[in-house]
């Protein structure tokens, strides 16, 4: 396979329970300071930890835009505000013009939250809705790419992947498939992830939902805590910039419908894939985001995953610890994490990890480490088996 031309990144964006902006990030990495906290509504969602937000629900939309106000909307419309990102893209489109500009979203929930919200104002007698519910502006798949595509004023291809929790990462593939063809010269790629009562009472079912903060790689870990987070990242063609895409990998094992394959055969096909792609080894890599969830099976999956690819050289961590599980938004929130550590020379160990599993091989980080490196590969792994590996480098 031949290397694929290193993508450009202009800019990028983040929101998450660890603050506002990639500055907020990065010293919450640094201070190893965590965004999450006991849910203060257990009877939604079964207790738990979670990384939630605040102040979303205050935000405003603007008037034009008023339609597509929910609590996943919000949160972009935060998040393209934040960093300078819909500046970035505002000039990008007077360069390229709107309709050569993409935008490809991942998320799990969308606008979920205020589906529910109507379910419980429905008529008693008729079942029937509230009126004012408007489903393809909130709760519908695609909403959070209409919405985005609109708040910027772009006119290229829009749609959203939804393939759990590899969603934002899925969108950097889309993405880069369509500037290679042509399709397209820029996109704009990321998602959102909000709280909502089904995917807490969800994971709460499964027995997922730790009690405590998460404890990704740990000897003692117990569960997931969920958190929800909006961000972006714009990626262009033959543009100049400090760092860019240099490879992605996926695969689909579909093993089961949320149980990771036992012998990771997803995974490692994923980062081989993204280790062909960019024409880079094993050994070409200097730190790996793991997705990292927290749960006993995934964790370790993931291990033995890294350990056959990597062996335990290169050093990894899952940063799920600070801001929790964002589901569909997790891609996003952890390229822009990876992207953090590649400008700031911030490799961050695990919160809350007290002893690694004794079990694992991959050289797990459970203290921050500050050195300069030049190439990132961050993992996002989703139900049903869909895995994503993106390589983030310098240019």
């Known amino acids: 396979m031949t290397a694929m031309p290193p993508l450009a990144i202009t800019a990028t964006s983040l929101i998450s329970a660890l603050g506002r902006g990639k500055a907020a990030t990065l010293a919450a990495l640094r201070a190893r300071r965590g965004g999450l906290a006991a849910n203060p509504s257990p009877g939604i969602a079964g207790g738990g930890f979670i990384g939630r937000i605040a102040g979303v629900e205050a935000h405003r939309l603007p008037a034009p835009l008023a339609a597509f106000t929910c609590r996943n909307n919000l949160l972009l419309d935060l998040a393209l505000a934040t960093d300078g990102f ?75 992947v939804s393939t ?7 969108a950097f593939v889309d993405a880069a498939q369509l500037i290679a063809a042509g399709v397209i010269d820029a996109a704009v790629v990321g998602g959102a992830d909000t709280l909502c009562r089904m995917t807490l009472a969800g994971f709460a079912a499964l027995g997922l939902i730790a009690p405590g903060p998460c404890r990704p790689s740990d000897a003692a870990r117990d569960g997931l805590s969920i958190g929800e987070a909006a961000g972006f990242a714009l990626l262009e063609r033959g543009e100049d910039s400090p760092f860019a895409l240099l490879g992605y990998g996926e695969s689909s094992d579909g093993h089961h419908m949320s149980a990771p394959h036992p012998e990771a055969l997803g995974a490692i096909a994923a980062m081989r894939d993204a280790l062909r792609r960019a024409g880079l080894g094993a050994d070409d890599i200097d730190y790996i985001n793991l997705h990292g969830t927290g749960t006993i099976a995934n964790d370790a999956s993931e291990d033995r995953a890294v350990a056959s690819v990597f062996g335990d050289r290169v050093p990894c961590s899952s940063t799920k610890g600070f801001t929790g599980h964002t589901l569909g938004a997790a891609g996003i929130v952890e390229a822009v994490i990876a992207l953090l550590a590649l400008e700031a020379g911030l490799l961050p160990g695990g919160l809350n990890l007290t002893r690694v599993d004794p079990g694992f091989r991959a050289r797990v980080l459970s203290a921050n480490v500050e050195r300069p490196i030049a190439r990132v590969l961050s993992n996002s792994f989703g139900f049903g088996g869909a895995n994503c590996s993106l390589i983030f480098g310098r240019r």
């Open 86 to 160: 819909a500046d970035a893209v505002a000039q990008a489109a007077a360069r390229r013009g709107a309709a050569r500009i993409g935008v490809i979203l991942g998320t799990s929930t969308s606008g979920i939250a205020s589906g529910e919200d109507a379910y419980r104002a429905r008529d008693s007698e008729t079942g029937a809705l509230p009126e004012n519910f408007d489903f393809a502006h909130t709760h519908d798949f695609f909403s959070a790419a209409r919405f985005a595509q609109a708040a910027l004023g772009l006119a290229g291809p829009a749609f959203v």
């Open 164 to 170: 759990a929790c590899a969603s934002a990462a899925r």
